[in-house]
């Protein structure tokens, strides 16, 4: 759980800040990183977690997010159930990054490698503290979205799929993941 934390913070603090001008030029996604960085600041001053979910729904693809964390299970999610599970995961990326994210206002981030790869970029970044962040974006609409980050070599994505998978394999049925994200 705590690799978990650590991936969901480095979302809300790889967005916190400037990028380096030198990088910025070479790197397409350079004003959605910006963007998305004032919206972060914008939710670690409001303090909430409805803020950051927010945030995170406005610059992730937090459906697709959140269906890949079901892995093996996806099958298992009733059509009825999927605005409820897709709440319920809004609602934890939102409670975690307010427990973890809401002292980061004013980093700084410095672009050191903007890659394309898979119809989408590798945007690998340093942040103030020297910590390597790398997240993966992909064009959305006239735009970007984050479709996965990686801090300290933990992906965002895989270490929901883990905890998640997890918790439907411990108690036996999605339903123990509704309670788990419920509760």
């Given at each position: 759980m ?9 979302i ?11 990088r ?21 001053a ?21 269906f ?39 980093g ?19 942040s ?47 339903d ?8």
């Amino acid at each position: 759980m705590r690799l978990f934390f650590a991936a969901v913070t480095a979302i809300a603090f790889s967005f916190l800040g400037a990028i380096s001008p030198a990088r910025a030029a070479s790197c397409p996604a350079e004003g959605f990183v910006r963007g998305a960085g004032q919206a972060y600041d914008r939710a670690a001053a409001a303090g909430t977690p409805a803020a950051f979910a927010s945030a995170a729904s406005r610059f992730s693809d937090l459906r697709a997010i959140s269906f890949f964390a079901l892995g093996q299970y996806r099958k298992d999610l009733p059509k009825s159930r999927e605005a409820e599970y897709l709440d319920l995961t809004r609602q934890f990326i939102g409670n975690t990054l307010k427990r973890h994210g809401s002292g980061l206002r004013g980093g700084r981030l410095e672009i050191l490698d903007c890659e394309p790869a898979g119809g989408g970029l590798v945007v690998t970044t340093r942040s103030a503290t020297g910590k390597k962040i790398v997240f993966r974006v992909a064009r959305a609409g006239g735009g970007y979205t984050v479709k996965d980050v990686n801090m300290q070599g933990i992906w965002l994505a895989q270490q929901m799929r883990s905890k998640f998978t997890g918790t439907i394999r411990r108690t036996g049925s999605i339903d123990g993941l509704f309670d788990y994200l419920g509760g």
